[in-house]
């Protein structure tokens, strides 16, 4: 588990705090801003505070208090959840143009998962007493922030089902395609990579990194992916889909 520095208190790097001008830039596109009223999208923009956090450094730890909702500009983070016993459970790795901590903003409660960065990164932060703000005077962004939980709590509710009924080849090669269209930050457009080592992609579906690399060295050899240190290269998406939908013979 990471290393408890206090409540909502990520370290920064040594290099140089970014301008937050330079950072907005990069929310123009954001799938969840455009669907704001202009109105909120600026509010929302404008209280926005940014942060900067250390590799192996906790963004927020579970457990502690909400300090608002983030939104990942560039760098990588981890996802994960603790259980009473002490074990451990990487929901997801994740990169930039991901929003996190959706739930507590709502709830006023406590942070149900830890995240922690996995490279150096640079976020934006919409501080809890801005959200609580907005709340009380845009009857809208109540149905936004649910809408943004909502589609989270889905995506997290598909890979808990396919976990359950699928063979790990389709889990591998189902993982592999979403992260290569939907991202979570981790594509990488212009090489047709997801950007990922095997250890965190075991992690993700629950199982050893031998079992994944045995899958992957097997989609190596049919040529569908082409493995390189820190991501995998997809080389053939139809046979790849295919083997997310059935198991295939390799």
């Given at each position: 588990?990471?290393?408890?520095?206090?409540?909502?208190?990520?370290?920064?790097?040594?290099?140089?705090?970014?301008?937050?001008?330079?950072?907005?830039?990069?929310?123009?596109?954001?799938p969840w801003l455009a669907t704001l009223p202009e109105p909120l999208r600026e509010r929302i923009v404008a209280a926005m505070v940014v942060r900067c956090v250390a590799q192996d450094r906790p963004v927020y730890l579970q457990g502690d208090p909400c300090d608002g909702l983030y939104r990942l500009i560039s760098g990588r983070m981890r996802l994960e959840r603790f259980l009473n016993?002490?074990?451990?459970?990487?929901?997801?790795?994740?990169?930039?143009?991901?929003?996190?901590?959706?739930?507590?903003?709502?709830?006023?409660?406590?942070?149900?998962?830890?995240?922690?960065?996995?490279?150096?990164?640079?976020?934006?932060?919409?501080?809890?007493?801005?959200?609580?703000?907005?709340?009380?005077?845009?009857?809208?962004?109540?149905?936004?922030?649910?809408?943004?939980?909502?589609?989270?709590?889905?995506?997290?509710?598909?890979?808990?089902?396919?976990?359950?009924?699928?063979?790990?080849?389709?889990?591998?090669?189902?993982?592999?395609?979403?992260?290569?269209?939907?991202?979570?930050?981790?594509?990488?457009?212009?090489?047709?990579?997801?950007?990922?080592?095997?250890?965190?992609?075991?992690?993700?579906?629950?199982?050893?990194?031998?079992?994944?690399?045995?899958?992957?060295?097997?989609?190596?050899?049919?040529?569908?992916?082409?493995?390189?240190?820190?991501?995998?290269?997809?080389?053939?998406?139809?046979?790849?889909?295919?083997?997310?939908?059935?198991?295939?013979?390799?």
């Amino acid at each position: 588990m990471a290393e408890r520095l206090g409540p909502g208190l990520p370290v920064q790097p040594s290099a140089a705090r970014p301008r937050k001008d330079e950072l907005v830039v990069q929310l123009r596109d954001d799938p969840w801003l455009a669907t704001l009223p202009e109105p909120l999208r600026e509010r929302i923009v404008a209280a926005m505070v940014v942060r900067c956090v250390a590799q192996d450094r906790p963004v927020y730890l579970q457990g502690d208090p909400c300090d608002g909702l983030y939104r990942l500009i560039s760098g990588r983070m981890r996802l994960e959840r603790f259980l009473n016993a002490g074990e451990d459970g990487v929901l997801f790795t994740i990169g930039p143009g991901f929003w996190l901590g959706a739930l507590a903003p709502l709830t006023g409660g406590k942070r149900e998962v830890s995240a922690t960065a996995t490279a150096d990164s640079v976020l934006l932060l919409l501080p809890q007493r801005e959200i609580d703000a907005i709340l009380a005077t845009e009857v809208t962004a109540w149905r936004a922030l649910s809408a943004l939980l909502a589609k989270q709590m889905v995506g997290a509710l598909d890979l808990l089902t396919e976990r359950l009924i699928l063979s790990l080849p389709m889990l591998v090669a189902r993982r592999l395609l979403r992260l290569s269209v939907e991202g979570y930050g981790l594509q990488d457009p212009a090489r047709a990579a997801v950007i990922l080592h095997q250890a965190e992609l075991a992690a993700m579906l629950g199982v050893t990194r031998k079992a994944v690399n045995g899958v992957l060295r097997g989609f190596a050899r049919a040529g569908i992916v082409e493995l390189r240190k820190g991501r995998v290269v997809i080389r053939d998406v139809a046979r790849l889909t295919r083997a997310a939908q059935a198991p295939e013979s390799l």
